[in-house]
Nanobody, 123 residues
């Protein structure tokens, strides 16, 4: 069983930055693909970013490309999402998730999910 715990959410002004962390409990963190998704009230969960265990390849949603950076620290079993230049439209609950795929943007390809971290952005 894998447990994922997000932290680092909060309230920030538009244009500000936040860094989310996701602690992974399992032994296989270094050989899994990890992703970030988000869900705003009344909207479907949407892909944000993912990082493969192969060469740390990454993929981003167009809406966050150039502003968000996904990274991983394998010895610490921790995934990160650095979010810069936050927009009001970025406000959502952010979830980290684990996938056995090489690199996927599809929520259904992720097997384990955290409880989520709230990110609020004021104008």
């Amino acid at each position: 069983q894998v447990h994922l715990v997000e932290s680092g959410g909060g309230l920030v002004q538009a244009g500000g930055s936040l860094r989310l962390s996701c602690a992974h409990s399992g032994r296989r963190f270094s050989t899994t693909t990890m992703g970030w998704f988000r869900q705003a009230p009344g909207k479907e969960r949407e892909f944000v970013a993912a990082i493969s265990w192969i060469l740390d390849n990454t993929v981003y949603a167009d809406s966050v490309k150039g502003r968000f950076t996904i990274s991983r620290d394998n010895p610490k079993n921790t995934l990160y999402l650095q979010m810069n230049d936050l927009h009001v439209g970025d406000a959502a609950v952010y979830f980290c998730a684990e996938s056995q795929d090489t690199l996927s943007i599809v929520a259904g390809r992720y097997d384990y999910w955290g409880q989520g971290a709230q990110v609020a952005v004021s104008s």
